[in-house]
């Protein structure tokens, strides 16, 4: 992971939780321990089914058809049928022939029946099967009981489906015979009125329960006479009514006149517009000053009586036709009412003839369906018994078995689910609500600290100094904060130290001490974590020479100085026996080994061991000139390094800042500029990089 200055600082949730797994485990035991005490100390339940299949019924198939409000398809089992398990009809007979209000009492009382009901719907479960199968599943407290019901059920609901029919078939049969009731009284009508018509006509038929007959009638004129009749005295009204308005028109209001009268008279549609412009441009003139005797105002008057005169002699043409017309009509009319007068007694006897033969034949009509309706009423007894049963048990209910281990293993893994859940959530709120250094702003704000560095996450427990290492960038902005920090206070021997365990302290030694030699300065590490002691794993080197002689006074300094593998690094490893050894942190050899390694190298830097639990650590700090604090990120409380650092204080030992160690790191999406081109940097202008960015984390330019 990349913690350059493109690079933010972000929770790393797996080692929050990991962090915090006991609390996960505890909570997962907990949860689940509920679910399996609710799955096996809560009553069991057991369930019982019976099968039921449908039979549609030709009689409720009639009845819908015959009815409006009913749908006709029946192919499908219907959601009526499927409520009817639930209706009071089958459940009401139930209660009361099991006695489940008694059964189901409660101190002593027995329930009502809408409880009852209420309790036993809630036991049933309707499932589909088949298009005409349904299942009813029962669920009660012992499968004797489950057992029963079902069955109960499954009969009950039989009978009401059987009721049903019967009331559908009865219901047919009433509708057939009032039917038949209602045609025997049309047959009887016509019958009555067939005799009426035949006497008034003094038609003798010789078979009046027949069709046969050879009489039949003519057709009529008398209708389309009296229609002509009718449209010629229109006609001659209209006339009459035109030639009068004609005789009283004014020609003041000649234009509306005319149009009222609809006379569609091409002269007067011609004429009318220029006679009505003239007078409108006499009546300007005349408003405009000019008097009648004006040459204008009488050119204008001629015009006008001339149109006048014209349209007057339209009108008198117009009124002489109208009167041809009114007198061509009225002679029409005498000669149609002559001719309708004289066949009028014979056309008489022919409609009285047609509308005898009209009954008659509706007579015959009705008694064709009053026939049909007594065969269907006949009939319906014997349709109603070759139907079938609505409704049959396919499959009893017979044994009855448990949902225990069903829902069990489902409560289980829902309490599994949720425990696990539940844990990871509150360890994550844990880590949210703890006191440990969560951002650089903690260090700097909260600790009163500068911020060194923050090194990324490194997965790897023992890492190899030696290669390439992927915090190496971060290391080197260490080592060029570290150095600044150190020239203010003039140290060149440090001590590396943390407040807890586990903080990975050596680690930043000696990645810190490979900084400084490839710097090219002469670096010294000294292992003084004498009881675990790590420096010769990452380089490599054997343990078996190492501070922990010098003390005891079994070797020299330049023996127990060995070769790190990297130029200008060298190492005192902790030694291979660090008994007794621990208790000469306060001689003078230590003091000793201090000042030799002051003249002999640039720079020294103790590994020390965590401050809490151990006293030799504060020793070999009081030694060092300035101390680093190595804190991993949400790992320990803010206050362990406050106390690190007051104890450091104490001794009067410089505290140079805090590496802030195993961080989670994210890095940002870098901003590419075409327009610039690129170049390799020099070293010079790599350190000053570097250095700029050291100083941006100093300042927590780059926190979050």
């Known amino acids: 992971m990349n913690a350059s200055p493109d690079a933010t600082l972000h929770l790393d949730h797996w080692r929050i939780i990991r962090g915090r797994f006991g609390l996960v485990i505890l909570v997962f035991i907990l949860t689940l321990g509920g679910a399996a005490i609710f799955t096996y100390l809560s009553p069991t339940d057991y369930v019982a089914s019976a099968t039921i299949d449908l039979q549609p019924a030709k009689t409720q198939q009639a009845a819908a058809q015959g009815s409006t409000a009913e749908s006709t398809e029946d192919q499908n089992l219907q959601a009526s049928q499927l409520q009817a398990a639930f209706s009071h009809e089958v459940l009401d007979p139930v209660i009361q022939q099991l006695d489940l209000r008694t059964k189901w009492s409660q101190n002593g009382e027995s329930l009502s029946l809408a409880s009852a009901y209420d309790k036993l719907s809630l036991m049933v479960i309707i499932d589909v099967l088949a298009p005409h199968s349904i299942r009813i599943n029962v669920q009660g407290r012992s499968p004797q009981e489950a057992t029963l019901l079902a069955n109960t059920i499954a009969q009950e609901y039989i009978n009401e489906q059987t009721l049903q029919q019967e009331a559908t078939a009865k219901k047919q049969a009433d509708r057939l015979q009032n039917e038949v009731r209602l045609k025997e009284t049309t047959v009887s009508n016509l019958f009555a009125e067939a005799s009426r018509l035949r006497t008034a006509a003094g038609y003798v038929d010789p078979n ?38 004609l005789d009283h028109l004014k020609f003041d209001n000649l234009a509306q006149s005319t149009g009222l009268l609809n006379l569609n008279d091409p002269v007067l549609e011609q004429k ?14 005349l408003s405009s000053g000019l008097g009648h005797n004006h040459p204008e105002v009488r050119t204008i008057q001629g015009q006008i009586d001339a149109i006048e005169e014209q349209i ?22 005498v000669t149609i009412e ?41 009939s319906a007894p014997t349709e109603t018994s070759k139907e079938s049963n609505p409704a049959v048990i396919s499959k009893s209910a017979t044994t009855a078995w448990t949902t225990e281990s069903t829902s069990g293993a489902l409560n289980l893994l829902v309490g599994a689910a949720s425990g696990l859940l539940l844990g990871v959530i509150l360890a994550l709120l844990a880590g949210s ?31 190899e100094i030696n290669r390439q290492d992927q915090n190496d960038e971060e290391y080197r902005l260490l080592k060029t904060n570290v150095q600044a920090a150190r020239q203010r206070v003039a140290a060149s021997v440090l001590a590396v130290v943390s407040g807890g365990s586990g903080e990975d302290s050596s680690t930043t030694t000696a990645s810190l001490a490979k900084a400084y030699a490839a710097s090219g300065q002469q670096t010294l590490v ?32 330049d023996e127990i100085i060995r070769d790190s593998g990297t130029p200008n690094l060298f190492i005192v490893t902790g030694g291979s026996s660090p008994a007794g050894a621990m208790k000469l942190f306060a001689s003078l050899k230590c003091v000793e080994l201090v000042n030799t390694a002051k003249e002999w190298f640039d720079l020294v830097i103790f590994d020390c061991p965590p401050i809490r639990g151990s006293d030799d650590s504060l020793i070999i700090c009081g030694l060092a000139e300035a101390a680093i604090i190595v804190a991993q990120h949400r790992r320990y409380p803010r206050s362990m390094v406050v106390k690190t650092k007051d104890a450091l204080h104490n001794l009067g030992t410089k505290v140079l800042g805090v590496v802030l160690n195993s961080a989670y790191m994210r890095a940002r999406k870098k901003k590419i500029f075409p327009s610039v081109a690129a170049r390799k940097r020099s070293k010079n202008e790599l350190v000053a990089a570097e250095f700029q960015a050291a100083s941006s984390r100093l300042r927590g330019d780059d926190a979050y």
């Open 208 to 245: 009046p329960d027949s069709s046969d007959t050879s009489l039949r009638p003519e057709e009529s004129t008398t209708p389309a006479s009296e229609e002509k009749v009718n449209d010629i005295q229109a006609n001659i009204a209209n006339l009459k009514t035109r030639l009068d308005a």
């Open 312 to 333: 007057h002699q339209e009108i008198t043409n117009i009124r002489k036709g109208l009167s041809a017309q009114l007198a061509s009509a009225q002679n029409n009319l």
């Open 433 to 463: 609500l703890d006191s440990s250094i969560k951002t650089p702003q903690d260090v700097e704000k909260r600790l009163g600290l500068p911020l060194l560095a923050v090194i990324p996450t490194d997965n790897r427990r023992v890492p």
């Open 526 to 557: 000294i292992d003084a974590t004498l009881r675990r002691p790590t420096q010769h794993k990452f380089f490599g080197i054997d343990n078996r020479i190492g501070f922990s002689d010098y003390l005891r006074g079994e070797k020299s300094f």
């Open 338 to 378: 002559t001719n309708l007068s004289a066949n009028q007694g014979g056309q008489q006897r022919k409609e009285a003839n047609a509308q005898y033969l009209e009954v008659k034949q509706r007579y015959d009509l009705a008694q064709g369906a009053l026939a049909t309706a007594k065969a269907k009423l006949t």
């Open 272 to 285: 009318l517009p220029l006679y009505q412009n003239a007078v409108a441009e006499k009546a300007r003139l």
